[in-house]
């Protein structure tokens, strides 16, 4: 009679178990269809590479915004802060940049730029592209360079933060090739997300026979479709100059794009 008892007690401690772990794997299921919804939802596409260009108001890209560092500085300045010397009219609905380099400082943990380097602005180089910026500003460009990125992909950009108004659907162009052959990112150049809390990796992104450089500026763009207050941008660099490959500037658009070509 307890024997009985004994294997009725067993069964039902076995369904238990069982039912238990059954809820897990539900739970761990959901997670995961969740997971797959939100990246279903949120999209990061390559659109393609217009060539040689430094007349930004000409092309008539950047309308909704833009971000340009150390422009227009008067004479050769290297190794100095991402946020010294910058042209900010970003949206709204993008930013700040947050230029924290102390990893003491709480806001190092949100930080725009990467400190692995470190990551710091260049500019005033006579031999580097002249830029027209979309409010009609003209100067001498310059670079975020990241000494990390050297034959090696990393986030050269960690975050740029979405805040509320981020429309549905935006462009993101992101300027380089204008180092006189010094800094190009010419193994990698991705844009990529957090949506969620969740890193989101591009549909498709830069060939490798799209990476080639001339010395004269190159804007690569990127759609971004889904995308919410909270969610953030991030680029990947990779290149091959010992001091690191850069960008020289980004811009933003909203739909209907602006007209793309060579």
Same mark, same amino acid.
């Given at each position: ?74 004479? !050769? =300045?290297?190794?100095? /802060?991402?946020? +010294?010397? &910058? ?114 990796? !591009? =549909?498709?992104?830069? /060939?490798?026979? +799209?990476? &080639? ?50």
């Amino acid at each position: 009679m307890n024997y009985a008892r004994s294997k009725v007690r067993l069964a039902n401690l076995m369904l238990m178990i069982t039912q238990r772990q059954s809820t897990q794997l539900a739970v761990f299921a959901i997670v995961a269809l969740l997971a797959c919804h939100v990246r279903a939802e949120a999209t990061i596409t390559y659109v393609g590479v217009t060539r040689d260009q430094t007349d930004f108001r000409k092309m008539g890209i950047g309308k909704a915004g833009y971000w340009f560092p150390q422009f227009a500085a008067e004479q !050769p =300045v290297a190794l100095r /802060p991402t946020g +010294e010397n &910058v042209r900010d009219a970003l949206p709204t609905w993008a930013g700040p940049l947050n230029h924290a380099t102390k990893i003491w400082d709480p806001a190092f943990w949100t930080r725009t730029f990467s400190q692995d380097g470190p990551g710091r602005s260049k500019g005033g180089q006579p031999e580097w592209n002249d830029f027209v910026l979309p409010d009609g500003e003209r100067g001498r460009s310059g670079a975020i360079v990241d000494p990390h990125a050297y034959k090696n992909t990393n986030n050269s950009v960690n975050r740029i933060q979405l805040g509320e108004g981020t429309p549905p659907v935006f462009l993101l162009h992101v300027v380089t090739d204008n180092t006189n052959m010094e800094h190009n990112p010419t193994n990698r150049l991705r844009a990529r997300g957090k949506v969620n809390g969740i890193d989101l990796e !591009p =549909v498709s992104e830069p /060939p490798a026979e +799209e990476l &080639v450089f001339n010395g004269t500026a190159d804007i690569y763009t990127f759609r971004y479709e889904g995308f919410q207050s909270g969610d953030f941008i991030k680029i990947q660099l990779n290149g091959d100059s010992k001091q690191g490959p850069s960008i020289g500037g980004i811009l933003f658009d909203i739909e209907p794009e602006p007209q793309l070509g060579p």
